[in-house]
């Protein structure tokens, strides 16, 4: 099994900034991706940013220039720096990560438990 345990989240103002971290622990043989999802009330999970093992990044256009997603190896954590918020960003934002679990052979999805991102105007 893998747990994801995020942090971060928070109330900011528009144009503001927030970092959230996903730190990802378990039987982890090794990390295939890790990424960030978001959904709004009323609307699907959405993605907002992965992050490949060889390091390929994907954006969703709506938050091209304003998020980076980087990740720390060593530490299976992953990150979101989220800058020029918009009221439109608000929402739950969820990690996601795809694993090899005890080896090679056996990969599976899991989530976080999700974190909190409001942007007030």
């Known amino acids: 099994q893998v747990q994801l345990v995020e942090s971060g989240g928070g109330l900011v103002q528009a144009g503001g900034s927030l970092r959230l971290s996903c730190a990802a622990s378990g039987s982890i043989f090794s990390i295939d991706a890790m990424g960030w999802y978001r959904q709004a009330p009323g609307e699907q999970r959405e993605l907002v940013a992965d992050i490949s093992s060889s390091g390929t990044l994907n954006y969703a256009d709506s938050v091209k220039g304003r998020f980076t997603i980087s990740r720390d190896n060593a530490k299976n954590t992953v990150y979101l720096q989220m800058n020029s918020l918009k009221p439109e960003d608000t929402a739950v934002y969820y990690c996601?990560?795809?694993?090899?679990?005890?080896?090679?052979?056996?990969?599976?999805?899991?989530w976080g438990q999700g974190t909190q991102v409001t942007v007030s105007s």
């Open positions: 996601n990560g795809r694993f090899r679990v005890y080896g090679p052979s056996f990969t599976a999805d899991y």
